[in-house]
């Protein structure tokens, strides 16, 4: 075998290889289920790392006493959140789990920390027989492949100044798009800026 045609067959394989990857990225993203998450925050860019918005919602902190499911969670632990839509369109969890789930749509992520908070309870009310209780919460910190965004240095920048408005009056106005196929490895799709979607094309 020559070299020349050694090379094309190498570039060959690869070319597929890639394809397949490509396909298969496509097909998981347009085959999942579609959910729309609140964004809560965001950090910009990273002139190191090219135009991204690290991306902030209320998956990567969950209060494990205030939902449904497991409690207990290690770092490095996988997790999976059971997620539900709301009156608004908004996606929400439900239940958290160290195994995945039989029934529901779920996103699949990973533990970074996991700690209790008890705090005291608060002053009694002059009069109430009843005294308010102690607070308990689990903070479970995770992160689920979707909190950093890369974009084009355009939408970066429309990003930025949508979210930095959002934090300073208050409006909820950018929401994330994802697909959840039956592993619940979420892949973005794109955002929803005021009412109006922006899916991000694959080539």
């Not at 705090?119 to 009843?130: K, L, Y």
């Given at each position: 075998m020559s070299h020349l045609l050694r090379l094309s067959l190498i570039a060959a394989a690869m070319t597929a290889f890639l394809g397949y990857l490509v396909t298969s990225h496509a097909n998981a993203r347009a085959g999942g289920t579609e959910v729309v998450l609140d964004v809560r925050g965001y950090d910009p860019r990273d002139i190191f790392l090219g135009h991204y918005s690290l991306i902030t919602t209320e998956l990567g902190q969950l209060d494990a006493v205030a939902l449904a499911g497991e409690d207990e969670f290690e770092t490095g632990d996988p997790i999976y959140v059971?997620?539900?839509?709301?009156?608004?369109?908004?996606?929400?969890?439900?239940?958290?789990?160290?195994?995945?789930?039989?029934?529901?749509?779920?996103?699949?992520?990973?533990?970074?920390?996991?700690?209790?908070?008890?705090?005291?309870?608060?002053?009694?009310?002059?009069?109430?027989?009843?005294?308010?209780?102690?607070?308990?919460?689990?903070?479970?910190?995770?992160?689920?492949?979707?909190?950093?965004y890369y974009a084009s240095r355009e939408m970066a920048q429309e990003l930025d100044e949508h979210l930095r408005d959002m934090r300073l009056e208050g409006i909820q106005t950018t929401r994330l798009i994802l697909s959840l196929p039956p592993n619940g490895n979420a892949i973005i799709k794109g955002f929803e800026i005021d009412g109006v979607r922006r899916i991000d094309r694959l080539w």
């Open positions: 059971v997620l539900a839509p709301g009156s608004d369109g908004n996606w929400q969890p439900v239940s958290l789990h160290t195994m995945r789930p039989d029934t529901g749509t779920f996103i699949h992520g990973f533990v970074r920390s996991s700690y209790r908070v008890d705090s005291e309870p608060t002053e009694p009310v002059p009069g109430e027989a009843v005294q308010p209780a102690p607070v308990h919460r689990i903070w479970v910190h995770a992160r689920f492949n979707i909190e950093r």
